[in-house]
């Protein structure tokens, strides 16, 4: 009997939690109906909206000034809630998941992947959105981002106007060159870097000639489906075939070039562990990586390290899906108010007042004009310090101090010299080979880092690799690969 | 039958309040999540009615988050790894920490035993990532502590985050370093409990420091060390993600050796994020640790019934 009772005593403790949980629920979806249907009335609707970057200081302060010009101008206020680069993509995956309410998100091919949410169903779909209320972005940005971004035909984010193509440099620390007379014109390959590092390792031992972190590949001309997977496609065009990047000549190659800098240490020992090479361009005691670009970007990289940094090519300018969604804002699946989302996206995008002030705080506070184009960060614009590139169309922003006045132009130039790729608007559907996916990403784990720095020999660890791959199933979601890619091939001509 | 009921609450009910807070926390956060449990059988997709609707109406797919876990060579190893680091801790653990429990318990000077007691539990609040880089100091190929000294001794430097060889005694190194101070200190306090007039008896008939140790303490500590044990075992198929993510520095060719079942969920998963897939290992690892810590409560119910946990 007393046992029974225990029972009834817990039973009656776990309802009571249960039900406080529900009530709290279930008052909070009373809250969302109301907002609702307010929105068809004078009342204001606040749009929700989660960025990536730091958080600062000043957002609210901010937010609150621009939703002043907002609500004046589409009858809406602006929240805007940032969650720093490393936590974004894992919580946004929870926030999402969870039904968090939220309109209007960041997402892009490196952080809260764009494709993949897209088919897990976080976005709402745009198309009809974007033909009613966003006419002036489609006048404004480069047609190139609109069709590349589309998902299986249609559109679910408005990506930002910036750099459109892909252009791999090597950048220099332009001191070592001077010091040491080096000839950087001829440099382009890969293999065409070794009489410099070789010149570098001799006289400057204290210096890391290749610097590079874990994530480094070397440039190969091939176009990865998903990013730093080994599915890749050709990039001339030539035929449109998926193959594993590991099994190409111009890869094995690299790797067996790598192996040998590795090897005479031009490249730091401990690379394939290292997860930023942020301590070496501080002290400067580096000669040449990798990065990419965009125009002017010597400028922003010799400002923000203190001392010179030139570049080469590395690879010719190529417009790939990665480039192109390389950020993007969508509107929530669950957002209550898309049109507004839409509204406010439009205008973000198209007005010049609004885009600045969501860039560089409140004129007179975070920053002041110089002239009619020119800016000037003041003191308190470290209290609202924001990425630009994540916050819409970057030609709308105002110029830097020391900015040529073309800036823009030279951006338009470059959008307009870059080849797309030959894969560009086909965006892989992992869902049927997830099982696969998995594994291959763990074989991925284990060899990538150490063959791609040449850490280790590839004569033995390559041949292990691909055998490792083929035994978690590459050759399955490269088989699945190719079928939707000649699908949509078919659909495309 | 109602009344009796408030009466016993009334009687009971300073008790109850002190079990409050320990019981909503379980409720919260061990019992309700429960029903998440289904998203293993599903592949969850969004939907704008939020998490609920998503979860109930996302499409059922059997066994298929299961797949991934079994599907390759990689879950042979993963399996093995998991369960014989944790076997090489609990038993090294215990031994470890039982002996240095004994050890600090027979110091005679107090003062010092608190000195090395807090010496040897700090570790235990250090997180993995700092832990890691201590080793990282250690290991480093051109500028690590270790490959310093074997250069002295005109040896090669080894290039330790390339060689699985020694990573499963570095690894139960680093783990029993961090761990035993704390596992310690819950030994200590069941050997200060017992009663001193013991061991002056013992040392009356003549009984030496190790045969105290063998006829009083570790008989004494038995029932502690069942129930620790037991717990450990619980958690055979939980591997300790900090230890094998960031100590070997995420570096692939050490895998055969670190990757355990959660390195290998979260390498797999990160890029997609699918939450069935998730929620399908951990599913499996709570069934496996519940029918472990069944089974062994089990055996020790044969052999010994009063040290059973349950």
């Known amino acids: 009997m007393s046992k029974f009772k225990k029972r009834a005593g817990l039973a009656l403790a776990a309802t009571t939690a249960f039900s406080i949980i529900l009530s709290g629920c279930g008052s909070n979806n009373g809250n969302e109906a109301s907002s609702g249907s307010g929105s068809g009335s004078e009342k204001p609707v606040e749009l929700i909206w989660y960025t990536i970057g730091t958080p600062q200081k000043d957002v609210d302060t901010v937010m609150a000034e621009v939703s002043k010009y907002t609500q004046e101008k589409i009858n809406a206020t602006i929240k805007m809630k940032m969650i720093d680069w490393g936590d974004y993509t894992q919580k946004m995956q929870v926030l999402v998941a969870s039904g968090e309410p939220m309109d209007i998100l960041f997402t892009s091919a490196g952080g809260f992947d764009y494709v993949q949410n897209v088919r897990k169903g976080a976005f709402l779909e745009l198309d009809d959105l974007l033909a009613k209320y966003g006419q002036g972005i489609v006048d404004t940005i480069d047609p190139g981002f609109l069709s590349g971004s589309k998902v299986d035909g249609h559109n679910y984010g408005i990506p930002a106007n910036k750099e459109l193509p892909q252009l791999e440099v090597w950048r220099f620390n332009q001191n070592l060159v001077d010091k040491y007379q080096l000839d950087t014109s001829g440099v382009k390959t890969l293999e065409s870097l070794e009489p410099l590092l070789a010149a570098i390792k001799e006289k400057e031992p204290e210096v890391t000639p290749f610097a590079m972190d874990k994530n480094y590949v070397p440039y190969v001309p ?250 978690a199933g590459l050759d399955k979601v490269i088989a699945e690969a190719q079928s939707q890619l000649d699908a949509w091939a078919a659909e495309n001509k | 039958m109602a009344g009796s009921f408030f009466r016993r609450f009334n009687r009971n009910k300073v008790l109850l309040l002190m079990v409050l807070p320990g019981a909503v926390w379980f409720l919260c956060f061990s019992y309700l999540p429960l029903v998440g449990t289904i998203a293993a059988f599903k592949e969850y997709r969004f939907s704008r009615h939020g998490f609920w ?179 450990a075992v619980g958690k055979i198929f939980y591997a300790d993600f900090g230890l094998f993510y960031q100590v070997p520095r995420d570096s692939g060719t050490l895998y055969s050796v670190t990757n355990v079942i959660d390195t290998y969920v979260y390498r797999g998963l990160k890029t997609t994020g699918e939450i069935g897939m998730s929620t399908a290992a951990g599913l499996y690892q709570s069934v496996v640790g519940f029918v472990l810590v069944m089974v062994s409560n089990y055996v020790v119910r044969k052999l010994d019934k009063d040290s059973a946990l349950f």
């Open chain 2, 53 to 231: 609707y998503s979860l109930i109406h996302s499409k059922n797919v059997g066994w298929d988050n299961f797949k991934f876990l079994f599907n390759t060579d990689a879950a042979l190893t993963i399996t093995r790894n998991t369960l014989l680091y944790n076997i090489a801790f609990i038993v090294l653990g215990l031994v470890c920490s039982v002996a240095l429990a004994i050890l600090l318990s027979e110091l005679a000077n107090k003062k010092l035993a608190k000195l090395y007691q807090t010496g040897m539990f700090l570790p235990y609040f250090l997180s993995w990532v700092i832990v890691g880089y201590f080793a990282f100091s250690f290991l480093s190929m051109d500028r690590g502590l270790l490959n310093h000294i074997l250069g002295y001794f005109g040896v090669d430097s080894m290039q330790w985050y390339s060689d699985p060889t020694y990573w499963p005694y570095i690894l139960i190194f680093v783990y029993l370093w961090k761990s035993i101070g704390y596992s310690s200190v819950v030994y200590l306090a069941s050997i200060l409990g017992i009663d001193k007039s013991l061991y002056e008896a013992a040392m009356i008939d003549g009984a030496s420091k190790l045969q105290q140790v063998r006829n009083i303490t570790l008989p004494l500590l038995k029932p502690i060390i069942i129930i620790m044990t037991l717990l």
């Open chain 1, 222 to 471: 091939y176009d990865y489906l998903v990013t730093n997977m080994p599915m890749a496609v050709k990039l001339d065009g030539s035929e449109l075939k998926v193959v594993n990047i590991l099994e190409t000549d111009e890869m094995k190659a690299a790797l067996d070039t790598m192996h040998k800098y590795y090897m005479a240490g031009y490249v730091a020992p401990e690379a394939a562990t290292t997860g930023s090479t942020s301590d070496l361009t501080t002290s400067g005691k580096w000669f040449l990586d990798r990065a990419q670009t965009q125009p002017l970007a010597e400028n922003l990289w010799s400002a923000s390290y203190g001392y010179p940094v030139t570049t080469t090519p590395a690879s010719d300018a190529i417009i790939t899906n990665t480039s192109v969604q390389g950020s993007v804002m969508a509107i929530s699946a669950n957002s209550e108010h898309p049109e507004k989302a839409m509204e406010f996206l439009n205008l973000l995008n198209t007005d010049a007042k609004l885009r600045n002030m969501i860039d560089s705080g409140i004129e007179g506070t975070h920053y002041e004009m110089i002239d009619a184009t020119h800016m000037k960060n003041l003191d308190a614009s470290q209290n609202y310090n924001m990425p630009s590139y994540s916050l819409g169309n970057n030609m709308l922003l105002y110029l830097n101090e020391g900015d040529p006045d073309d800036k823009w132009e030279q951006f338009k130039k470059f959008n307009a010299e870059g080849v797309a790729s030959p894969i560009l608007g086909f965006n892989f559907d992992s869902t049927k080979v997830a099982t696969e996916m998995t594994a291959v990403q763990n074989v991925k784990e284990q060899f990538w880092s150490s063959l791609m720095t040449g850490t280790v020999d590839p004569a033995t660890y390559l041949p292990k690799a691909i055998e490792e791959f083929k035994k």
